[in-house]
């Protein structure tokens, strides 16, 4: 396995949860990675991404100020940070590596479940 997501679980509206993703140290010291995630019964999105080096972020508007991606060099693992979550970031988050465009990298991870309860 290449890309291992753990993290995820049960949590209240306004609540926080780290998610964290393991990485081969191949995939995580050449590329860039991100996360992305899907809600029941909706298409897969975006969520963020951060460079190689760390040095770059960016993220969905739907997130941005709530969520924070940041990787940890010396242990070759991604996080999410979320905080303020509310119900409609309920889904299964995949943790992704090397960008190709914004919505096609090559390596998946499988998926961690985060529900939010109003």
Not at 4 to 17: E, K, R
Not at 81 to 91: F, G, I, N, R
Request: hydrophobic share 35%; glycine share 12%; proline share 2%.
């Amino acid at each position: 396995v290449q890309l291992q997501a753990s993290g995820g679980g049960l949590v209240q509206a306004g609540g926080s949860l780290r998610l964290s993703c393991a990485a081969s140290r191949r995939i995580f010291s050449s590329f860039a990675m991100g996360w992305f995630r899907q809600a029941p019964g909706k298409e897969r999105e975006f969520v963020a991404a951060i460079s190689s080096g760390g040095g770059v972020t960016n993220y969905a508007d739907s997130v941005k100020g709530r969520f924070t991606i940041s990787r940890d060099h010396a242990k070759s693992t991604l996080f999410l940070q979320m905080s303020s979550l509310k119900p409609e970031d309920t889904a299964v988050y995949y943790c992704v590596g090397d960008q190709r465009t914004k919505e096609t990298w090559t390596f998946w991870g499988q998926g961690t479940l985060v529900t939010v309860s109003s």
